[in-house]
């Protein structure tokens, strides 16, 4: 069974920063099926591509807007798909959501459970 277990969401404050987290189980990073991303959803407008890494070789690929601030990284040993994110402002929050596909140009799969961030003095 997959499973996609998102953390590490949370309140922080105006340019600071925040690690998400995203533990997977019922296959790996090395599957060809692999592609994970990270998506999200403010309150009122569409969900959204953050960022998504992909096979081979761990290609990213960022929405525009995030390019620089956002990072997205993978573990291999432990299965656990990361974004780093900086200088958040109160556009990005939003509940973030990992998701697994086959790749970084379709609609994932699988998805977690969500994590919230908020982004607030």
């Known amino acids: 069974e997959v499973q996609l277990v998102a953390s590490g969401g949370g309140m922080v404050q105006p340019g600071g920063s925040l690690r998400l987290s995203c533990a997977v189980s019922?296959?790996?990073?090395?599957?060809?099926?692999?592609?994970m991303s990270w998506y999200r959803q403010a309150p009122g407008k569409e969900r959204e591509l953050v960022a998504c890494i992909g096979n081979p070789y761990g290609y990213t690929k960022y929405r525009e807007s995030h390019r620089g601030r956002f990072t997205i990284s993978r573990d291999m040993s432990k299965n656990i798909l990361y974004l780093q994110m900086n200088r958040l402002t109160a556009e990005d929050t939003a509940l973030y959501y990992c998701?697994?596909?086959?790749?970084?140009?379709?609609?994932?799969?699988?998805w977690g459970q969500g994590t919230q961030v908020t982004v607030s003095f």
């Open positions: 019922g296959f790996t990073f090395r599957d060809a099926a692999s592609a």
């Open positions: 998701a697994r596909g086959w790749t970084c140009s379709k609609e994932p799969d699988d």
